[in-house]
């Protein structure tokens, strides 16, 4: 169930059998030669839509726009400041937490966002820390990435060896050539571009990973590996989310 398809008062009858949601969360950034923009969002928003068939889970507005600062030297690329991601999602929480929400399961789609998701549950956590005797209902908050179960990274090792990479991943293209078999891109580029390594900022990084792609052989997608990784990914996720929902 979309939240964004819902009335108020069918929230309210929601909220008498479940104070959870699932809110997907990704990043708007380039993705080297054949993958879209809007992947890192794609991904996790096609994934709990398939894992809320399976549990009624509901599912909150993706953030679409992340920490995503390092890749601003690509067109098309939109970032958040830590800062204003953080401010973001401490708003998405505490405004569902007024009326009833208390469990927040955020499924990611984008490694940048990490540890900016992190700093933000804390923030939100400090909210009652900081109050003595707080009556706030207890908010309980978790980050999944939809790509880290290890049931992905066997079907990704099967699917493309140790070719997926570190960004613009053969997966994470392919998940999106399933959901959207119409902006399926074809383009040349080079195996094996450049192995993982630091980066700072975004002219570093587009120095370093020219064509945006870090280790990854995108070009190795097609939309049957990614219906594959989504149904998987999403099976993974109903369980974890049906756990959270339930666990102290
Ligand atoms: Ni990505």
């Known amino acids: 169930m979309l939240l964004q398809m819902m009335t108020w008062a069918e929230v309210e009858r929601h909220l008498k059998c479940s104070n959870g949601i699932v809110i997907p969360i990704g990043s708007t950034e380039q993705h080297g030669p054949i993958g879209l923009i809007g992947t890192d969002a794609i991904c996790p928003e096609v994934i709990a839509g398939l894992a809320a068939e399976k549990t009624g889970a509901l599912i909150g507005p993706t953030i679409s726009v992340g920490m995503a600062q390092h890749h601003l030297a690509f067109p098309g690329s939109i970032a958040l400041r830590p800062t204003t991601l953080i401010a973001v999602i401490k708003d998405y929480v505490l405004s569902l937490a007024r009326n009833g929400f208390e469990r927040f399961y955020f499924l ?33 908050c978790k980050l999944a990435n939809w790509f880290a179960f290890p049931e992905i990274k066997t079907l990704c090792e099967e699917f493309y060896g140790d070719r997926d990479g570190r960004h613009a991943t053969a997966s994470e293209v392919a998940v999106t050539q399933y959901a959207y078999p119409e902006h399926i891109k074809r383009a040349e580029m080079d195996k094996a571009p450049p192995a993982a390594r630091a980066f700072c900022d975004a002219v570093d990084y587009r120095m370093l990973f020219p064509d945006g792609r870090i280790e990854a052989d995108s070009f190795l997608a097609t939309p049957d590996h990614g219906e594959r990784l989504a149904r998987v990914s999403a099976e993974c996720v109903a369980a974890d989310f049906k756990k959270f929902l339930t666990e102290a």
């Open 108 to 140: 990611n789609g984008h490694g940048g966002n990490i540890a900016t998701v992190g700093a933000a549950f804390s923030e939100i956590y400090s909210e009652t820390s900081f109050e003595r005797n707080s009556t706030r209902p207890p908010i309980r």
